[in-house]
């Protein structure tokens, strides 16, 4: 594996790892639901799981008068 023969000055560091930035999430509002959420990933609502304005799963308590299934 190749070494440096010399020593590189911090200064030489630094400028290397200017492009790693943290960047800032990018958060959306659902139109369905107008809840908040992160962009490109399902979130939870009321025991609804939504992505992209649909319901893709349902986990809700069910009421008394439906049926069971």
Do not use: C, F, I
Not at 17 to 25: D, I, L, Q
Not at 48 to 60: E, N
């Amino acid at each position: 594996m190749p070494n440096p023969k010399r020593r590189h000055s911090q200064q030489r560091g630094a400028k290397r790892r200017t492009h790693y930035k943290a960047t800032a999430e990018t958060w959306s509002v659902d139109k369905v639901t107008g809840e908040t959420h992160l962009r490109h990933r399902a979130h939870w609502v009321e025991g609804k799981l939504y992505y992209r304005g649909k319901v893709v799963m349902d986990k809700s308590p069910a009421t008394e008068g439906e049926p069971n299934q």
